[in-house]
């Protein structure tokens, strides 16, 4: 059974679309993250969901909204994508809220092109 | 969280130990001590992490320095599966964030 999962694991979208990554862990955990993986292999945290609350938010355009239904799904929907919004996409879960101790689990990742 | 400093890249050969070494000068008290590696078109996953004393896992070792402002993280034998990026991360006691740097590129030859 896959722990982290993702969906799409492609996506190839025109300028100016929106779209939505789907996230889904099934480790009962509390706590999921989104990172972005630009093309340079940085890997940046972008938000982060502990049972369903927005805990971190970094300086993210607006664009991008995370939503979490439910404590084991963390979707995330970008409107008018860009050129720069081309990079891998990361899901990951840990148990706890973000503590030095935590270890998180990482999905396959949503490669995102847009043209 | 404080920076880490690691080598771009290292080069080891199949079932040889490998040392990955790890400066973090500005390490505070509270700092744990993380790495993860991330293999080719995949997502990045836990190695080991430690605070004070070395640990062992099923995956690696982790020796910390007395000072514990350098680690380093020990393969004992590496496997063509190894290759990956190896990222040493410092993470604060409360409320932090992994924050990933450019970590080092391992090549394991056959």
């Known amino acids: 059974d896959t722990a982290v999962s993702q969906t799409p694991k492609y996506l190839v979208t025109q300028m100016g679309n929106d779209k939505s990554i789907k996230c889904e862990q099934n480790l009962g955990h509390d706590t999921m993250y989104w990172y972005k993986q630009d093309s340079k292999k940085f890997l940046k945290i972008m938000f982060s969901?502990?049972?369903?609350?927005?805990?971190i938010n970094e300086t993210v355009p607006n664009r991008f909204s995370p939503k979490s239904p439910d404590k084991a799904h963390l979707n995330l929907h970008i409107n008018s994508l860009e050129l720069g919004d081309s990079a891998v996409y990361f899901c990951?879960?840990?148990?706890?809220?973000?503590?030095?101790?935590?270890?998180?689990?990482f999905g396959p990742g949503t490669r995102l092109t847009v043209l | 969280d404080a920076k880490t400093t690691q080598p771009n890249s290292m080069e080891s050969n199949e079932e040889e130990p490998v040392h990955l070494p790890c400066n973090h000068s500005t390490i505070s008290g509270t700092d744990y001590i993380h790495w993860y590696r991330q293999l080719p078109s995949q997502g990045p996953e836990y190695v080991i992490h430690g605070l004070t004393s070395n640990v062992n896992n099923r995956m690696a070792s982790l020796a910390i320095a007395e000072d514990r402002k350098s680690s380093t993280l020990i393969l004992h034998r590496a496997t063509l599966r190894d290759a990956a990026v190896y990222y040493c991360?410092?993470?604060?006691?409360?409320?932090?964030?992994?924050?990933f740097g450019e970590g080092t590129q391992l090549t394991v030859n056959p």
């Open positions: 969901y502990n049972n369903k609350e927005l805990i």
């Open positions: 990951a879960s840990s148990r706890f809220a973000p503590i030095g101790t935590d270890t998180q689990y």
């Open positions: 991360i410092l993470r604060e006691t409360s409320g932090s964030r992994l924050t």
